[in-house]
């Protein structure tokens, strides 16, 4: 499908016939609906997505339990996994799960690495849009408006991989916003539904002005959720508002990343906005209450840096070790070893300016931790690395305590440090692992 064409296909998202091919830029899966007295909601809608060419859709109507969709009960890890396995078998971007509330449909989106560290922008699985139960039942009621919403939140969901994909994604994401905002007829949906599609609406605008936020998109997009937040009495869960202060929460951490001046307004903003997300989206729901605890470790360390505060870089301190307690080596090894590395760094930094011994000693333990991913034999730059850093903790509780003992373990370090260098050859490293040793011989020579 030539991409210059998105936009009348979009337009066209009801009746356009579909072209079959095998470069579909999106492939949706549609999990069979739990709805009530078989009324087959889910098929239905994979008929309405499957007219629109930019999809690739299947039906996944293998019958299993899905209690876990309540969104109730201590059981997120099992839609998480669940929708994985689903995922990975039909080898889809994503998913659509729906669930039957009091004449409602709610739709869920999953993708894969849903909770991944390094996502630009967090899509939550619990980011939820409600549809009256009667438009899947009469398909040809379905609102062709909120079809384009769907259609949106798709897109941005999805995480491009080829430059032709993040290319087709913008272009894509700019035509329905477009049609979104020039859409003036009468919306056959009530209010009680608005919550959630200006919830979606202004993560649908994020997504697509992440890259290069201006002031008219901020306002809109601030404007969107905050729209969702006045009408959250219509919202059945807790969990639903704090998925709008989480989204309201990555408008702001955008904003302070973009910054080209003082952006500290903006951290202080996206600060308290995750905070509030924190209260709904709690360890009940471990992967989100997980990863908002690793954006707040983050935005608390720069504002420490900031303002010298050291309460900010304790905050710091607790929320990595709360994103550690989800993000485990058995489940998340290469999240847990990031996560462990930042603890080294952000320990060391309080231990420094406590003056410390055992917290300092609570850094060497994390940077021993990501040694057990970053093994020697395997990655013997990386192991390296973390012995340098390793050693320049014991240098500084050298200096901080005259204590000559400490000097010499940081010479070990600094040692097994530089042999590797000099077998791989790393100019640079050996360069700079030879300067610090000399440090340490002027005081213990």
């Known amino acids: 499908m030539p991409i210059n064409n998105c936009l009348e296909n979009i337009k066209r998202f009801l009746s356009a016939e579909k072209k079959e091919t095998s470069s579909a ?23 309405i997505l499957q007219r629109n060419p930019l999809f690739d859709v299947h039906f996944f109507a293998e019958t299993f339990p899905k209690g876990f969709l309540n969104l109730q009960g201590r059981n997120f890890f099992d839609f998480i996994d669940r929708g994985t396995q689903i995922l990975n078998s039909t080898h889809s971007d994503i998913l659509i799960w729906g669930y039957e509330e009091n004449a409602k449909i709610r739709l869920n989106f999953q993708i894969a690495d849903q909770y991944a560290l390094d996502n630009n922008l967090f899509h939550s699985l619990l980011d939820s849009l409600f549809v009256p139960l009667n438009f899947f039942t009469s398909p040809e009621t379905f609102s062709a408006s909120l079809l384009l919403v769907i259609c949106g939140i798709i897109i941005a969901a999805v995480p491009p991989v080829t430059n032709d994909q993040k290319d087709n994604r913008e272009k894509l994401l700019t035509d329905i916003i477009a049609l979104l ?51 959250k009495q219509f919202m059945r869960l807790p969990i639903y508002y704090g998925c709008v202060y989480n989204n309201m929460a990555q408008l702001y951490e955008t904003m302070y990343k973009q910054a080209q001046t003082d952006g500290s307004p903006y951290l202080r903003e996206a600060i308290s906005f995750y905070q509030e997300a924190h209260k709904y989206l709690n360890k009940n729901y471990p992967y989100d209450y997980g990863l908002i605890a690793y954006h707040l470790a983050l935005l608390y360390f720069d504002f420490w840096k900031y303002t010298t505060d050291l309460q900010a870089l304790r905050d710091a301190v607790t929320q990595l070790r709360e994103a550690e307690k989800v993000y485990t080596l058995a489940q998340f090894p290469q999240s847990w070893c990031h996560i462990e590395g930042l603890l080294g760094y952000y320990l060391t930094s309080l231990g420094m300016t406590t003056a410390s011994n055992d917290i300092m000693q609570l850094a060497i333990n994390s940077y021993h931790n990501q040694q057990k991913i970053y093994e020697q034999r395997v990655y013997p730059l990386e192991w390296a690395g973390i012995q340098e850093e390793i050693g320049n903790i014991y240098y500084l509780l050298g200096k901080q305590n005259e204590d000559d003992n400490f000097m010499i373990e940081a ?25 610090r040793l000399a440090k340490v011989h002027n005081y213990i020579d």
């Open 25 to 47: 830029l999106f492939r949706v899966t549609v999990v069979a609906f739990e709805d009530k007295c078989n009324l087959n909601c889910g098929r239905r809608f994979a008929d």
């Open 181 to 231: 905002a020039a859409d003036t007829s009468p919306k056959e949906i009530s209010r009680e539904f608005m919550p959630y599609i200006m919830n979606m609406l202004g993560k649908i605008y994020l997504s697509n002005a992440q890259k290069n936020l201006n002031e008219t998109d901020v306002e809109i997009i601030r404007n969107l959720f905050d729209s969702a937040l006045k009408n």
């Open 411 to 435: 010479r070990n370090y600094f040692n097994s440090a530089l042999e590797v260098y000099q077998q791989l050859k790393a100019k640079d490293r050996i360069a700079e692992t030879k300067r």
